[in-house]
């Protein structure tokens, strides 16, 4: 990509959670060889509609791995309940390292560690060093990580086609509560997506407001013999589930120790958006309207489908 078209911001997605949208927003497609290709498509288009205007100098997509993660050891019904992996899927999780390699993004994966891990540890270890960190993920999460504008979160709102913004203001406006407060909130509340227990009873008005009040889980309950003199019932939820409530705080929040790059230009883009080896590998696929997108995008610069960068 030319320098000149590029953003000196550093963009961080979440892969694993942007094919699955992809995978639920787009009909079934097949490629000219009968492989399942729908979710490849939608990552791909994605993809395009970032890097159409002012792409970002860096960029890394963070993959989750099989192998139990340190959660799953600590809590083993950890996302228990989410549904097996579709098998159609399965092969374009594998494709999707290729195609984002081919769009010049660099990927990474760590056993132990989820993608929200790899995203958190790289955000906090190159926020200041880029005009603006950039997480795209539909995990909210991963909200956490928010921090004024240095780092944003564009979360897609209806498939992949659009995405809202999240600044520290966005967060407070949605949960009541900062960035860092999310897994006091989580603890509070839970997370039926990952299976997070969270106080049986406690939904999100009252974990709002005691967050407010006192803080965080510890202060909580740091606070208790007060709560119960101002609600038994409450304080009585509290203090039968204080184990859960810290357990479930330490599982909603990411880890920003996992392995990962160290220096920020290793993760500096290297393919441009003409590149005939990418357009050769999306027609491969039969992607030939993404392609004439791409043509678009360098005949008609006025032309902005992302708002991204």
Do not use: C, W
């Not at 030319?2 to 927003?25: P, Q, V």
């Not at 539909?138 to 240095?150: F, I």
Request: proline share 6%; aromatic share 6%.
């Amino acid at each position: 990509m030319e320098e000149k078209n590029m953003s000196e911001k550093l963009l961080l997605i979440d892969a694993n959670s942007l094919i699955y949208r992809a995978y639920h927003a787009l009909p079934p497609l097949n490629g000219p060889n009968g492989v399942p290709t729908g979710a490849l498509y939608g990552l791909a288009s994605v993809l395009i509609r970032l890097l159409k205007e002012g792409a970002p100098r860096y960029a890394a997509a963070a993959f989750d791995r099989p192998e139990p993660t340190f959660r799953k050891e600590k809590f083993d019904a950890y996302k228990a309940t989410r549904p097996p992996t579709p098998d159609d899927l399965i092969p374009q999780l594998k494709e999707a390292k290729v195609l984002l390699n081919h769009f010049g993004i660099k990927t990474l994966d760590a056993p132990g560690f989820e993608a929200d891990d790899i995203i958190a540890t790289l955000a906090e270890r190159f926020k200041g060093k880029t005009d603006q960190v950039v997480i795209l993920s539909g995990d909210l999460d991963l909200l956490q990580l928010v921090d004024g504008e240095a780092i944003v979160a564009e979360m897609p709102q209806k498939g992949i086609s659009e995405t809202a913004t999240y600044n520290t203001f966005k967060v407070i406006e949605r949960f009541g509560v900062g960035p860092d407060k999310i897994p006091d909130y989580k603890g509070l509340v839970g997370d039926k997506s990952d299976n997070i227990p969270g106080v049986s009873g406690i939904g999100p008005k009252t974990a709002t407001v005691l967050i407010q009040k006192y803080g965080s889980v510890e202060g909580i309950y740091e606070n208790l013999e007060q709560i119960k003199k101002e609600s038994s019932t409450l304080g009585n939820k509290l203090e039968e589930n204080k184990e859960v409530a810290l357990l479930s705080k330490e599982l909603a929040t990411v880890s920003r120790q996992a392995p990962s790059p160290e220096e920020i230009l290793s993760l500096e883009t290297t393919t441009s958006l003409d590149s005939e080896e990418l357009h050769e590998y999306l027609k491969s696929f039969g992607f030939q309207t993404l392609v004439k997108r791409i043509e678009k995008v360098a005949d008609d610069k006025d032309d902005r489908i992302g708002k991204l960068f």
